[in-house]
């Protein structure tokens, strides 16, 4: 998927070309979740908090845990691909500024308020886009 926006420079074949028009025709029909299929994703984050608010080495793992896997989540909620960090991050700090800067935060500072605050989002955008209670 990460060749969906590239530049082919060299492609006689016409290779590199239909495959990325397959992937592109893929990114415009796949799929997205279900709004039950991200609720499970949500609850993870949610389980995955708790944890790391014990502070021992396990509950510290699950804190980049659960930093790693929400980004997608993220996307899953507001239905983007996952291009991976560095496309989903740029994206992210365009599209929404908000929580790309509590994403950020979460990630440059081991405080248990900016982890809170991050899921905490996940929460609320997810509530927003599914209109849950």
């Known amino acids: 998927m990460q060749i969906h926006d590239g530049r082919i420079i060299a492609d006689?074949?016409?290779?590199?070309?239909?495959?990325?028009?397959?992937?592109?025709?893929?990114?415009?029909?796949?799929?997205?979740?279900?709004?039950?299929?991200?609720?499970?994703?949500?609850?993870?984050?949610?389980k995955m908090f708790e944890r790391a608010k014990r502070g021992d080495c396990e509950g510290m793992f699950r804190w980049h845990w659960v930093l790693i896997d929400s980004l997608e989540i993220f996307c899953d909620i507001v239905q983007h691909p996952y291009f991976g960090p560095k496309k989903t991050l740029k994206w992210m700090e365009?599209?929404?500024?908000?929580?790309?800067?509590?994403?950020?935060?979460?990630?440059?500072?081991?405080?248990?308020d900016s982890l809170e605050e991050w899921?905490?989002?996940?929460?609320?955008?997810?509530?927003m886009m599914y209109k849950r209670a």
């Open 12 to 46: 006689s074949n016409g290779i590199g070309k239909r495959l990325q028009a397959k992937v592109q025709a893929y990114l415009r029909e796949r799929s997205v979740k279900s709004s039950e299929e991200i609720q499970v994703g949500v609850d993870w984050c949610v």
């Open 94 to 112: 365009e599209t929404y500024p908000k929580y790309f800067y509590c994403y950020k935060k979460a990630l440059q500072n081991l405080q248990m």
């Open 119 to 127: 899921v905490g989002h996940i929460k609320n955008i997810n509530e």
